[in-house]
């Protein structure tokens, strides 16, 4: 019997998704899989740390005949500011000449950490080479390479338990809990040049634990790096045509998808046309979320060219320099913009907020707003 259907690890809560029974279900069930498959041979199972070290344990238990294990470990890609590239830590055994290889994986979800074992051992002269893995999130996997055997199709929310941790914790509990998603709180901020909303969003996202989404940052992290996304992007860019919203939400994507363990996101700089908005709100609802409120940081156009022409001074930025282009800025706003209120309203969702006054006055406000959403 289960003590506990909800824990807390860290700043968050769980709620219990797998018990202790139907996981050694899931395992007995790959292990089972596979012994019909390589009975005749002796397989060498390679675990991938650190997530997979308790089902590998118990995969062992299960799996009745001979076989060796080993062990690779990678860095997480979560964890870096690269496009995803994984770090080799641990490499692979020695002895896998001419032998057939099983990856036992505790996860996989878009696939990039397997890209990267992959790549591994096709540097091999291995006989074959199969992937196990325990969870499978189906949804979001890139597809690129067939998964072989797995134990259960899991939604896409983040899991901690049975060797998954959030923040290094939780790894050692039998059952597996989900993130509990009930308080998260999903943002759209808007407001014409200057009117503050970089500067207002790093403080709401340290306060309510969110994650601030900046197009113009994804755009340039995407190009620097030369994603796949940022070379198209810039194939348009480069072309002088606007970068389609389909890329652009894929670019938002992402970025969500690295981040399951975000309370929640702000999105700043998109959607800036009711098109973009309802291709957000279609996103959200594919990932099981929603837009909960959109705010709008007011300020007359006056105050707003004198704040951007100051910081012109101090950021070399032509386009602060130039009170004729700020105001084009503002035009455009007005034209694309604008016309989001209506479309937020008739959701409910539309707040106004007033701008202009010193930080901290304005992030109270905006904190008001928040606690009634």
């Known amino acids: 019997m289960v003590k506990n259907k909800t824990i807390k690890i860290h700043d ?4 219990l998704f797998l018990t202790e029974k139907e996981i050694l279900n899931a395992v007995e069930k790959v292990a089972r899989e596979i012994a019909a498959d390589y009975k005749d041979e002796v397989p060498v ?23 060796e294990v080993s062990f690779v470990k990678l860095s997480s890609y979560r964890g870096l500011t690269s496009t995803g590239i994984v770090e080799t830590l641990l490499d692979v055994p020695d002895n896998i000449e001419g032998r057939s290889v099983i990856i036992l994986e505790d996860i996989i979800d878009t696939g990039r950490t397997l890209q990267e074992l992959v790549h591994i051992f096709s540097n091999t002269n291995v006989k074959n080479f199969k992937i196990a893995s325990l969870f499978f999130k189906s949804e979001v996997y890139n597809g690129e390479y067939t998964i072989d055997y797995f134990g259960i199709k899991i939604p896409d929310k983040f899991i901690v338990g049975y060797g998954l941790d959030y923040q290094e914790q939780g790894r ?3 059952q597996v809990y989900q993130i509990n998603q009930a308080h998260m709180i999903n943002l759209v901020l808007f407001g014409k040049p200057g009117a503050g909303k970089g500067t207002q969003a790093g403080y709401l996202k ?15 992290y995407n190009i620097k790096n030369n994603t796949k996304l ?11 045509d606007l970068v389609p919203d389909e890329v652009t939400i894929s670019m938002l994507k992402d970025e969500v998808e690295k981040n399951p363990e975000a309370s929640g996101f702000i999105f700043d700089g998109f959607p800036r046309t009711t098109a973009q908005a309802e291709a957000l709100d279609n996103f959200m609802d594919s990932k ?8 709008a940081l007011e300020a007359k156009d006056e105050v707003l060219i004198n704040r951007l022409l100051e910081r012109g001074k101090s950021s070399g930025r032509p386009d602060d320099q130039d009170e004729g282009k700020i105001r084009n800025r503002f035009e455009e706003y007005n034209q694309k913009t604008a016309p989001l ?7 409910g969702k539309f707040h106004s907020v007033n701008g202009i006054g010193d930080i901290e006055e304005i992030t109270e406000r905006l904190s008001k707003v928040i606690e009634t959403i």
């Open 12 to 15: 968050k809560n769980f709620e």
């Open 45 to 67: 199972f390679v675990g991938v740390l650190n997530g997979a070290f308790m089902f590998v344990s118990d995969f062992l238990k299960f799996y009745p005949y001979p076989c």
């Open 172 to 174: 050692n509990l039998k």
């Open 206 to 220: 340290e306060k309510y634990n969110l994650k601030h989404i900046s197009t113009g940052d994804v755009f340039r």
């Open 230 to 240: 940022g070379q198209l992007a810039k194939s348009y860019m480069d072309k002088g």
């Open 288 to 295: 099981d979320m929603k837009i909960h409120g959109t705010i």
């Open 341 to 347: 209120r209506e479309y937020y309203e008739a959701q």
